[in-house]
C-alpha cells in the first residue's frame, strides 16, 4: 500500500469559481492519502481529492486525517476512512462523499451522545425500513449522518443544490427522503445532544 503525505495549500491567488464554498481560502492542512493497489484508476482519484481539498476548504469535517482510495469498493469510514474511483469527472458530489464519511468518524468519536440520539429515532421512526442499511440501527445512524452532511452541503454549495442532489441519491431512499421533506426534526434530536454542530478545528 502506497502511502503518500499531502499538504493542500490554497490562497487568494487560485482561481476563482462560482459556488459558494469557494469564497473561502483554506489554511494549510495534511490529509494522508493512502492507494490501495496504485492503479492508474486510484492515482487519478488521488489527483482529484488533491484538487477537492485545494479548492474546497473541507478541513471543519477533518474528524481522520487519514484517506485510502480503493477501486471498486463502495465508499466507508471505519476502520479507515475509504473513497472509491467512481466519480472522477464530478468533484462536487466526491467532495460530499468525503464529509459523510467523515461524518460518521465525528458520530463514533461522540459514541455516548450518538447512542442517545439513536434512543429518540427509535421511539420517533420505529418502523423505519432498513433499506441499504442492512439493519433499522444503520437506518437511525444515517439519518444523523444525512441531516449533518445536508448541513455541510447546503453550507458548502446552497439550499438548491444540496435538495436537489437528496432527491437524486440512488441509495437510502427513504432516509434522504424523509432528510430532504423533513429534516427538522432529525436536527432537534442532533442538537438536543450535542452534535448539531460538528467542527473538528475546534
Known amino acids: ?5 499531502l499538504l ?4 487568494a491567488a487560485l482561481i476563482s469559481f462560482d459556488t459558494r464554498a469557494d469564497a473561502q481560502v483554506p489554511a494549510p492542512r495534511a490529509i494522508e492519502i493512502r492507494l490501495v493497489s496504485d492503479s492508474d484508476p486510484e492515482r487519478q482519484a488521488r489527483a482529484q481529492l488533491e484538487r477537492i481539498l485545494a479548492r474546497w ?3 471543519k469535517w477533518y474528524f481522520t486525517r487519514a484517506v485510502q482510495i480503493e477501486a471498486g469498493v463502495t465508499p466507508h469510514s471505519h476502520p479507515v476512512l475509504t473513497l472509491n474511483t467512481n466519480g472522477l469527472a464530478n468533484d462536487t458530489i466526491k ?11 465525528f458520530l463514533s468519536r461522540h459514541h455516548a451522545a450518538t447512542d442517545s440520539a439513536i434512543a429518540d429515532l427509535r421511539l420517533r421512526y420505529a418502523d423505519a425500513p432498513t ?3 442492512g439493519d433499522r440501527e444503520s437506518t437511525y445512524l444515517h439519518l444523523l449522518v444525512g441531516v449533518l452532511e445536508f448541513n455541510a452541503t447546503q453550507e458548502l454549495f446552497g439550499q438548491g443544490w ?12 427513504w432516509v434522504y427522503r424523509e432528510i430532504r421533506e423533513r ?7 442532533l442538537k438536543k445532544h450535542g452534535l448539531d454542530s460538528p467542527d473538528a478545528r475546534t
Open 57 to 59: 476548504d473541507l478541513s
Open 95 to 105: 467532495a460530499v462523499s468525503f464529509v459523510h464519511e467523515q461524518l460518521h468518524w
Open 8 to 11: 493542500v495549500f490554497a490562497s
Open 131 to 133: 433499506e441499504d442499511a
Open 183 to 189: 429534516p427538522e426534526p432529525i436536527r432537534q434530536i
Open 1 to 5: 500500500m502506497r502511502l503518500v503525505r
Open 162 to 173: 444540496a435538495r436537489e442532489r437528496l432527491g437524486k441519491v440512488p441509495f437510502y431512499t
